[in-house]
């Protein structure tokens, strides 16, 4: 039996007073300024705990890992999808494909709210549903030939809960693609600076790719210094163009980018994961977690306070003007990925679990990954509550309610309780070489401020805001594009696991017709929702937007149902409920919301009271804003009406599944032989690597014999990547 060191006793107790320190003055301080420095020690302290012993705890005691046994990507490998890849590359593909838009824009968002119900839910929320769920959902698929989450549920629910899973899951990726996408061309149009250093990543990624598969395979250090290097001459690069006689060549018109970006994403979804997909997530992760990093930095060493208040009065009211609804539901709605994300099961159910090493490297992947998405969330957070609450909320407020004058939008923000001059708007749109940061809604730029405003003061003091703004504008679209590119891929192998129900041969996911027909069909659906939406102010994925935080959070609930009846099927029932209140949660939380969307008599809230109204408007011959013609007005009509229907209609696909999945978990524990388990079999493992970033003393002792063992026969072991450069499989 281990015991626990003194040293080790003291580390985490400091570790855990530090993290109480923070939540205690975030919780308790009222009317006095509060640094935004301790947010971030709540959310570093929370986090070392977490996954110190509680993915601990469902790693080894819930799940049981076992090293020894084989994963998809070592017993299935065919260099397309399947193929072993270093842990580190691995966790730099996870994290970049899960951290999209979400945690950037859905905390500024929120921030409505003030900055305390966001914490809380961000931090609160990962460590007991969000990582939970990504760390499961990727154990079970992993255990399952890295089926998808749809198959999945077809398989060990039921054909009618399975179909409704399937269904829902699908329609909600598309959706998900096409705001992504959306926010990619939103960021880029008339961006040479953000489109030349975007656009040089992927032949980077190629070459850290190539370099890997045949140069130097498994030097994972090597090309990493490579590839930070070229990244960095590439945004240095990036301002170059930007203010040379380039800057027209890649200043680029949203249509253009639409027709890139669906060509990127069918070639990504098709070439083998080593060429271009695992490496450039992992060269991006650089660019995130070196930046996130920095900023937390940044806020430890200038100290900015948090202007923001810790709740606001529409926390409570319902009325504010970035997003209508109360609190509950809709704040936990908003911030969607940083906390839980649907999104992120499609990802542990697609592209990672066909590449993980091994068992052991799980909790690593699922739960630390998303930690490290739950603190992009916390920076963002911080970011838009230490800019001035005027700033903000003149920022994120419509031109409808504001006005389009610096005049109108500080009398309009004086009415929402804060105060902010005309003068004061002004200078803070000029600081960052801006003509105007009225209603610069989405969240994008408000985070960009934030971030100029605590890099500008400990490098370059003010005269660099205008640097830091547009880096962080850049920064925003190579953070979502990432989820671009691996969620296209996902979409392709959940299609081919719908289609294979039907024709077998699409269940070989890299079946070359297959594989170019599902590609093909994914790009063209989201691609075509976002072409009209590019052209149609109104249309297009712009008509889907409203529903996008609920669909991602519907799709979480249908995630935590297939893990939550596995774990009953797998006889880990006493551990259920490690899933299944994280379920009952979500599922409150969202059909509240959907209900209300659907039923609010309020006309901000409810689609069908809205569409109402327009149309009442329509008959009477009258214009209501944001309609500018009498065809707007019909547009706005159309779409309340779908997504009204949508609304309604993803709740209760979800209903059905949660159903089916506790008639699934009844009929086991009556009779369990009735409800077999679709698990692969078991296969010994030849692969040796470790489990962790770092390596201990027992794994480096069992690479050496690994390595010894193979030399001395002249095969044996499969031997993963271990200290320094390492050796064995890397992206190829």
Request: proline residues 5%.
């Amino acid at each position: 039996m281990r015991t626990t060191s003194p040293r080790t006793i003291v580390i985490w107790t400091a570790v855990a007073l530090i993290g109480a320190a923070g939540w205690t003055l975030l919780a308790l301080s009222r009317g006095e300024e509060v640094s935004a420095a301790w947010m971030v020690a709540a959310a570093l302290g929370t986090y070392a705990i977490a996954y110190r012993f509680y993915s601990r705890f469902i790693a080894t005691r819930v799940l049981r890992v076992d090293k020894t046994r084989a994963t998809p990507a070592e017993r299935l490998n065919n260099g397309i999808d399947f193929h072993p890849t270093d842990r580190r590359v691995l966790l730099g593909h996870h994290f970049a494909a899960i951290a999209g838009a979400g945690p950037l824009v859905g905390p500024v968002l929120a921030a409505q709210m003030g900055y305390l119900p966001g914490t809380i839910w961000i931090i609160v929320g990962v460590v007991f549903a969000g990582a939970v769920q990504d760390m499961v959902v990727l154990f079970f698929s992993t255990r399952r030939d890295g089926k998808s989450l749809g198959q999945m549920a077809r398989e060990e629910i039921g054909p009618f809960g399975g179909a409704a899973a399937l269904l829902a899951a699908f329609a909600i990726m598309i959706i998900l693609l096409g705001v992504l996408a959306l926010v990619i061309v939103n960021a880029l149009a008339a961006s040479p600076w953000g489109t030349f250093s975007i656009g040089m990543t992927i032949p980077i990624a190629l070459l850290m790719g190539v370099y890997l598969r045949f140069l130097r395979p498994g030097r994972i250090t090597e090309v990493s210094l490579i590839g930070i290097a070229l990244l960095l001459l590439a945004l240095v690069g990036g301002r170059w163009v930007a203010e040379s006689s380039w800057a027209d060549t890649f200043t680029l018109q949203p249509k253009t980018l639409v027709i890139w970006l669906v060509a990127y994403g069918f070639i990504a979804s098709v070439l083998p994961v080593w060429t271009l997909l695992a490496p450039r997530d992992y060269l991006s992760t650089f660019m995130k977690i070196g930046t996130i990093g920095l900023l937390a930095l940044g806020v430890v060493i200038a100290l900015p306070t948090l202007k923001m208040d810790a709740v606001t009065d529409f926390a409570s009211r319902g009325d504010g003007p970035v997003f209508a609804g109360s609190l509950f539901p809709f704040a936990f709605i908003t911030i969607a990925c940083g906390a839980l994300s649907g999104f992120h099961a499609l990802i542990s159910s697609g592209t990672t679990p066909k590449m993980v090493q091994k068992e052991t490297q799980i909790r690593m992947i699922g739960y630390g990954s998303m930690l490290m998405e739950s603190f992009v969330a916390v920076m963002a957070l911080v970011a838009a509550s230490i800019i001035d609450p005027g700033l903000y909320f003149a920022m994120n407020a419509p031109a409808g309610v504001i006005g389009d004058t610096v005049q109108s939008a500080s009398q309009a923000v004086a009415q929402f309780g804060y105060a902010i001059s005309p003068d004061q708007l002004a200078a803070a749109a000029k600081a960052v070489e801006e003509q105007t940061l009225l209603s610069r809604t989405g969240g994008a730029p408000t985070l960009a401020v934030g971030v100029s405003e605590i890099f500008s003061q400990v490098v370059g003091g003010a005269g660099m805001k205008a640097f830091w703004y547009h880096f962080a504008i850049m920064f925003e679209a190579l953070f979502i594009l990432t989820a671009l590119d691996a969620g296209t891929r996902v979409g392709r192998f959940m299609l081919q696991d719908m289609l294979g129900n039907a024709y077998k041969p699409f269940r070989d996911i890299s079946w070359k017709p297959g594989l170019l027909l599902s590609s093909a069909a994914v790009v063209g659906l989201w691609g075509y929702f976002l072409w009209v939406g590019v052209h149609e102010p109104l249309g297009g994925i712009n008509q889907l937007f409203p529903i996008f935080g609920i669909s991602n959070q519907l799709l979480a609930a249908v995630a935590l149902a297939v893990c939550t009846t596995l774990l009953v099927k797998s006889g880990r029932v006493k551990w259920a409920w490690i899933t299944g209140i994280p379920l009952a949660w979500d599922a409150v939380v969202t059909l509240t919301a959907s209900w209300q969307k659907v039923f609010s008599g309020d006309p901000k809230v409810g689609f069908f009271t809205q569409r109402a109204i327009y149309q009442d408007a329509i008959d009477a011959g009258k214009v209501l804003p944001p309609a500018k013609s009498m065809d707007d007005m019909h547009t706005v009509v159309t779409n309340s009406t779908v997504d009204g229907v949508l609304s309604a209609v993803l709740a209760l696909l979800i209903v059905i599944v949660i159903a089916d999945a506790a008639r699934m978990c009844i009929r086991h524990l009556r009779t369990p032989d009735a409800a077999p388990l679709h698990e692969a079999p078991y296969v010994a493992s030849r692969i040796v690597a470790p489990a962790g970033l770092i390596t201990t003393r027992e794994e480096k002792a069992e690479l050496l014999a690994a390595a010894g063992a193979r030399d001395g026969d002249g095969g044996g072991a499969g031997v993963g990547s271990g200290p320094g450069t390492g050796s064995g499989p890397g992206f190829g």
